[in-house]
């Protein structure tokens, strides 16, 4: 433990799936002591992370990240909210985006807890890195400095390069749709589509997100940083992330019940896809690789799915 | 008929004589202090400002040459008197910095912000607020009624039909003896300032500190009262940064000692009559820092915001705002020095032509807020969304300690002005004049399918509505918003939330026609048409928001959808 670290404060993790349990193995291995809240309290047998079903115990802690599937934020959040006040910072790790107009997840938080030094954690970062420490970059979003500066203490280290910007929603909206494109992929590499038009198809995806971010307040730049393209880089990269292994159970024939199940863990692309396509419609944004996401998952052949792209009108 | 002769006389400070101090009551408004205390407060201004910048020689040279080639830019192009006399000082500044010791170059960053300091300050005199009290009323009765002027001495029976408050008053009035209370309201017109101090006398709240664009002095009546009221002078000529710099201190100072003050976060008047959605926070964010500085010494002095709305059925500057805002140009012509505002004879117009409506004018207070966006109890304590108390002081805490942070505070003003704007759709209250010309304009709208904007603005006088149907429309759309204000989205003048709808067409062609140059709308045999569409935008802007959701005819579904799309979404 650094000598800068002798009197660090206790970190906070909500959630004990692979990814909360990940950025608390990485804040233990940082020198810092972990409350991790989990619904099937079970230890981790690392000394440093007491794992409690309490949230006040995790109030106890400044920083305090959340690992929990957007479908839940709300409810969490107000449950939590109820242990916090104004000097907590929040950072949440989710791919998602809430109901029909997309709601950021930081929006949620603000709006059910007290919390207002809020930030997102995205970028080429899967669970399994963080819980074994292999070289990775992460980067957060967030309206607040003194945010960025808590995670970088709390679990940045040699292994972890952070850095840090102050677009919070693009980062959000970027994580999110690099959640989509990588079922997208898992799909398409399935089906047998070729490197070029999967290229052409990651590229447009990518020009796409960027016009939903743009609509949503986010900035482009955004888009070309970690929490965008090098995030889908390391899908491509074959990182094996949970998106990318359902989009291709469902090309290889798997129900979408069945591609979860198989999966084991919750997938925000399967929802978001059906969604960002109607807000594209609602707002007149084309988003045609988005509808054709949403009709494959809805069952649609790849091949017409694509088909279908490729022969639309010139843009 | 303008003021402009009188023009130098009201840029300077006219004050009264006074032979001994006044003595501040303690049941007096925290302002009544502002006299005793104004040396004191330049002062830390002063000292706060030249700390900040004299800490090394880089960049002290930094603020000077900024400042002097902004001043002489600004001068250069001014010529006037005050070009004539201080050019030659920061040209002689500009070729001496290089040669200045670095006591000199401290010693001129002091003057320099001194200066400012001194300029921005303004003046409380408590007998003109005790004859602007009286006074005031009467004399705008006087330009409105000239017949009703002998009651009017008797009573204030006009001004109060005409200005309507709204809002939870007494929370307010609890408030301003439990903290400071910031008012940040949405700004349409120069006639806000007037109105809104009017608004607090009117319902006994105490009356506040603002900055007022240096433009407005150039009237010599608002001018002598804007100088003995609190007013501080905001000269927007001035771009160079550490003039900003004292405008933010001076009102942080301010609210740290527990001043009353206004903001417009508009920052200027709307020029689309769009409800502000971009605001600047400069100023507010003072008040965030303000919160914080005391809670770092000590100082347990919370700052509650409270969101506005103006509401006018009738703006007085509307058709030159409009036209402002349509131009490309007018995105650089940012202070109108020749509009409306400044002519006589159109002020006597419009206070004639709004006489005898009931709430011509709405003040809206909205909840009040603490500097995070929380609700605010009774008490004056801050509450999460769950309804549990908090310590506002914990969102300025690191580690248990409260901190001093501009970057913090920068970013809590941002989100403090999300919360704003969402309050100032909620409490907006839709006038007969907004309704009326919604409903022209989107029948325009769907007439004109595949035009852009610009172009349907050429479309003058081609547009009818027969007058049964267009009074069937308005009705609808009443009952559509009067059904939203039980929601909560916004809210309808009370004036004519029972009204025939009829009556709701009558009382717009009525306030339009024959104040603004232009005719709004004109109606002849049975149909109403919209002759001048560019004034039905301005009016019609108000409801942009509400759009798609007041939409009762699914004919008018796709021209609602267009006119949401109106000054881009948020």
């Known amino acids: ?315 | 008929m303008r003021f402009r002769p009188l023009r130098a006389l009201s840029e300077r400070p006219l004050r009264l004589p006074r032979l001994r101090p006044y003595v501040p009551q303690p049941s007096d408004p925290p302002i009544f202090w502002f006299d005793s205390e104004r040396k004191d407060i330049v002062r830390e201004v002063v000292q706060r400002v030249t700390q900040r910048h004299t800490a090394d020689r880089r960049r002290m040279e930094l603020v000077l040459n900024e400042t002097a080639l902004a001043e002489i830019r600004r001068l250069e192009s001014q010529r006037d008197a005050e070009s004539r006399e201080r050019l030659p000082q920061w040209r002689g500044l500009a070729r001496r910095i290089a040669r200045l010791s670095d006591v000199e170059k401290r010693d001129a960053v002091r003057d320099i912000v001194t200066r400012y300091a001194e300029d921005v300050a303004g003046n409380f005199d408590p007998r003109v607020y005790g004859f602007s009290k009286q006074a005031v009323p009467k004399l705008l009765a006087g330009v409105m009624a000239p017949s009703r002027l002998p009651e009017e001495l008797i009573g204030e029976t006009l001004i109060g039909e005409l200005l309507r408050v709204e809002g939870d008053i007494e929370h307010l009035r609890r408030l301003q003896d439990r903290g400071t209370l910031v008012y940040v309201p949405t700004h349409s017109s120069n006639l806000d300032s007037v109105v809104i101090g009017r608004a607090f006398e009117q319902v006994g709240l105490s009356p506040v500190v603002y900055g007022a664009g240096k433009n407005l002095f150039t009237n010599p009546f608002l001018s002598f009262f804007m100088h003995n009221l609190g007013a501080y002078r905001v000269d927007r000529r001035v771009t160079a940064s550490v003039y900003k710099e004292v405008l933010k201190t001076f009102s942080q100072v301010m609210i740290e000692r527990g001043y009353h003050s206004l903001f417009f976060p508009g920052g200027t008047r709307s020029r689309s009559n769009l409800i502000e959605s971009h605001l600047k926070l400069g100023l507010a964010g003072s008040a965030v820092s303000a919160f914080a500085n005391n809670r770092v010494h000590g100082v347990d002095r919370n700052v509650y915001f409270v969101p506005a709305t103006i509401n006018y059925e009738l703006v007085l500057e509307g058709e030159t705002l409009v036209e402002d805002w349509l131009k490309e140009e007018g995105k650089a012509r940012y202070i109108i020095e020749d509009d409306e505002f400044s002519k006589l004879d159109r002020w006597i117009a419009f206070f004639r032509k709004i006489v005898g409506l009931q709430a011509a004018c709405i003040i809206r207070f909205g909840r009040p807020i603490d500097c995070f966006g929380n609700e605010v109890d009774d008490e004056g304590h801050s509450t999460t969304p769950s309804g549990r108390s908090i310590d506002p002081g914990t969102y300025v805490e690191r580690r248990g300690k409260p901190v001093n942070d501009f970057a913090r505070d920068a970013a809590y003003t941002r989100e403090l002005s999300d919360v704003i704007v969402d309050r100032y759709r909620e409490e907006t209250v839709l006038m007969a004049t907004s309704l009326v010309a919604h409903v022209l304009f989107r029948r325009l709208v769907r007439e004109t399918p595949g035009l852009d904007l610009f172009a349907r603005l050429r479309v003058r006088g081609e547009i009818a509505m027969p007058r049964e149907e267009l009074i069937a429309e308005v009705g609808a759309l009443r009952d559509r918003l009067v059904h939203l204000q039980t929601q909560r989205v916004v809210r309808v003048n009370d004036a004519i939330a029972t009204l025939d709808p009829r009556v709701i067409v009558e009382r717009a062609l009525a306030v339009w026609n024959g104040y603004h140059t232009r005719v709004a709308a004109k109606e002849l045999e049975a149909t109403v048409t919209a002759e001048d569409p560019t004034l039905l935008l301005y009016y019609q802007n108000r409801l942009v928001p509400f759009a798609t959701r007041v939409v009762t005819n699914a004919a008018d579904e796709a021209a609602a959808a267009e006119i949401a799309r109106i000054g881009g979404r948020r």
């Open chain 1, 1 to 315: 433990m650094s000598d800068a670290r002798q009197d660090a404060l206790p970190i906070g993790v909500v959630g004990g799936g692979a990814f909360g349990r990940g950025i608390a193995k990485a804040a233990a291995r940082t020198g810092h002591d972990v409350y991790l809240w989990s619904r099937g309290a079970r230890e981790l047998g690392d000394p440093r992370i007491r794992v409690t079903s309490r949230f006040a115990d995790v109030g106890e802690a400044e920083l305090i990240f959340l690992a929990v599937p957007s479908n839940a934020i709300a409810t969490i959040g107000r449950e939590l909210g109820g242990h916090l006040d104004g000097s907590h910072l929040l950072v949440h790790v989710s791919r998602g985006l809430v109901g029909p107009e997309l709601t950021p997840i930081s929006r949620l938080l603000r709006d059910s807890t007290p919390s207002r030094r809020v930030g997102a954690l995205a970028g080429p970062l899967v669970a399994e890195a963080l819980i074994e420490g292999t070289p990775s970059g992460v980067i957060v979003g967030t309206n607040f400095p003194e945010v960025g500066e808590a995670v970088r203490e709390a679990i940045a280290g040699p292994q972890l390069r952070l850095y840090v910007t102050p677009d919070i929603v693009g980062v959000e909206v970027a994580s999110a749709m690099v959640g989509l494109l990588a079922l997208a992929a898992g799909h398409a590499q399935a089906s047998g589509v070729g490197p070029a038009a999967l290229a052409t198809f990651l590229t447009r995806g990518i020009a796409e997100a960027t016009r939903v971010a743009a609509s949503l307040g986010a900035e482009p730049d955004t888009f070309v940083g970690l929490a965008g393209v090098g995030d889908l880089l390391a899908v491509m990269a074959g990182d094996e992330r949970p998106e990318e292994r359902l989009g291709r159970a469902l090309a290889e024939g798997a129900t979408l019940e069945r591609a979860v199940e198989i999966v084991g863990a919750n997938i925000e692309g399967v929802s978001l896809a059906r969604r960002v396509a109607d807000f594209g419609a609602r707002e007149r944004i084309a988003v045609p690789i988005c509808n054709a996401i949403a009709d494959v998952i809805d069952g649609m052949p790849a091949q017409e799915a694509l088909r279908a792209l490729m022969t639309r009108g010139s843009t």
